[in-house]
């Protein structure tokens, strides 16, 4: 089993990745770790250090597969952000998405982020949301 876990960096992101990686854990499944950005910088850089971290506290490298990627964007509109996730599973083949459905910004207020929104509503694996 693939699992893909997007992040933005937002502590509900973040609690996501907790979930996909015991979900990884959990059913031997290899776990890819994507965040889309419009340019890579700092900001980046120390979330790809939070992610890093997560995953060596978790364990997880022991127990399967993962990959962590950083994905240019064109825009960075969660709209768009949904149709990318939605162009690397079917790129990737993955198995199931899991990730958070409130965004980054004013969008994240909203009962459920419009790039989760798009993912579920045009995604043809399971996809997993979390708070």
Same mark, same amino acid.
Do not use: N, W
């Given at each position: 089993?693939?699992?893909?876990?997007?992040?933005?960096?937002?502590?509900?992101?973040?609690?996501?990745? @907790?979930?996909?990686?015991?979900?990884?854990?959990?059913?031997? *499944? +290899?776990?890819? #770790?994507?965040?889309? $950005?419009? &340019?890579?910088?700092?900001?980046? @850089?120390?979330?790809?250090?939070?992610?890093?971290?997560?995953? *060596? +506290?978790?364990? #997880?490298?022991?127990? $399967?597969? &993962?990959?962590?990627?950083?994905?240019?964007?064109?825009?960075?509109?969660?709209?768009?952000?949904?149709? +990318?996730?939605?162009?690397?599973?079917?790129?990737?083949?993955?198995?199931?998405?899991?990730?958070?459905?409130?965004?980054?910004?004013?969008?994240?207020?909203?009962?459920?982020?419009?790039?989760?929104?798009?993912?579920?509503?045009?995604?043809?694996?399971?996809?997993?949301?979390?708070?």
């Amino acid at each position: 089993m693939k699992i893909l876990a997007p992040v933005d960096g937002s502590e509900c992101s973040m609690r996501a990745l @907790d979930f996909a990686i015991e979900f990884a854990r959990r059913y031997d *499944a +290899d776990l890819s #770790v994507v965040h889309f $950005t419009d &340019v890579r910088g700092e900001d980046t @850089d120390r979330l790809q250090t939070r992610i890093d971290e997560k995953l *060596a +506290d978790s364990g #997880v490298e022991s127990d $399967t597969s &993962v990959s962590v990627d950083v994905h240019l964007a064109s825009l960075k509109v969660s709209d768009r952000i949904g149709k +990318d996730i939605i162009a690397v599973v079917e790129d990737d083949d993955y198995d199931h998405v899991v990730m958070g459905h409130h965004g980054t910004g004013r969008i994240g207020a909203f009962l459920l982020g419009s790039a989760a929104k798009t993912v579920l509503e045009s995604c043809d694996i399971p996809v997993t949301t979390v708070p």
